[in-house]
């Protein structure tokens, strides 16, 4: 694979075709979910091929359940495999995360425990993943909920782990380090100083909603709003350690129009223009 450019990109929505379509070089990549490009032709097929033509393109998976216990579903791979093949995509990324279990599947990516047992099974996940696959993958880190008392690692050297023995690279979604900072209330600055950067190959930004509990504040992750200010902070504060890298902004509920989507892109482009002449400003 070759790697997407150090730029913006958005998860592609098919309303927006026509807009992409006319102003090509309004983004500088997108993004789609594998598991609703698994049919052989149609509509979808043929909107994704007409971008394809002129943007890079990144593959994000949701449906693998990398950290489940049993098996990988083998029929899922091929499928990927086949997507891939067929799109030659920059980039495939998938979830630290389970949504199945036996022929139980769940609409949703649920939390693990961070023990070896579990680094262990999403290890060889991971390896079976890229050997299938033919290409090396990104993981992604989670927006949690719950913790396990059960848990041995940290989230961040447990990620790090990871990646050293099986040579993925790592998705850092800045909203989902934000949301579990403010759900379990740990600090998100210390939790990004111990991440490791050297393997993020990608940045996801998106925007989430929240809850008041008569505990304090509970954040989801929904994609339906606007990044929030914290998070623009903190990915100005990644990008110092980082420099520019490939940072998609996610909305993928209550999607709004076009141009709200690229007043977005465009504050994250600044950002981006900003780490690369070596400059830290808020926006």
Not at 123 to 149: K, S, W
Not at 217 to 238: C, F, N, Q, R
Request: hydrophobic share 40%; with cysteine; aromatic share 8%.
């Amino acid at each position: 694979m070759q790697q997407l450019p150090r730029t913006t990109g958005l998860g592609f929505k098919p309303e927006h075709f026509r807009d992409l379509m006319a102003q090509p070089g309004a983004i500088g990549f997108f993004e789609i979910h594998a598991e609703n490009y698994m049919g052989d032709g149609g509509a979808a097929h043929a909107m994704l091929a007409a971008l394809r033509a002129d943007h890079a393109l990144s593959l994000h998976g949701v449906g693998l359940s990398i950290g489940g216990a049993g098996e990988l579903d083998k029929d899922h791979l091929a499928r990927l495999r086949k997507l891939i093949d067929r799109y030659q995509p920059e980039s495939f990324s998938e979830h630290l995360a389970w949504s199945s279990h036996g022929a139980a599947w769940l609409n949703d990516l649920l939390p693990l425990p961070y023990t070896q047992e579990t680094l262990g099974a999403v290890c060889a996940h991971i390896n079976e993943v890229q050997d299938r696959l033919g290409c090396r993958m990104l993981l992604e880190n989670p927006a949690t909920y719950v913790t396990f008392e059960t848990s041995t690692w940290s989230e961040t050297d447990f990620l790090t782990e990871i990646t050293r023995r099986t040579g993925c690279g790592l998705l850092l979604d800045v909203n989902n380090v934000f949301i579990s900072a403010t759900n379990h209330r740990f600090n998100a600055r210390a939790y990004l100083a111990a991440f490791p950067f050297a393997s993020v190959g990608e940045i996801h930004l998106a925007g989430h909603d929240t809850e008041e509990l008569p505990s304090g504040p509970l954040l989801i992750d929904s994609h339906g709003a606007p990044v929030a200010d914290p998070v623009w902070t903190l990915y100005e504060e990644v990008l110092a350690w980082t420099g520019p890298l490939p940072t998609l902004i996610e909305w993928d509920t209550d999607v709004p129009e076009f141009a709200v989507l690229l007043t977005e892109t465009a504050r994250a482009q600044q950002y981006l223009d900003r780490a690369s002449a070596g400059k830290s400003h808020a926006a």
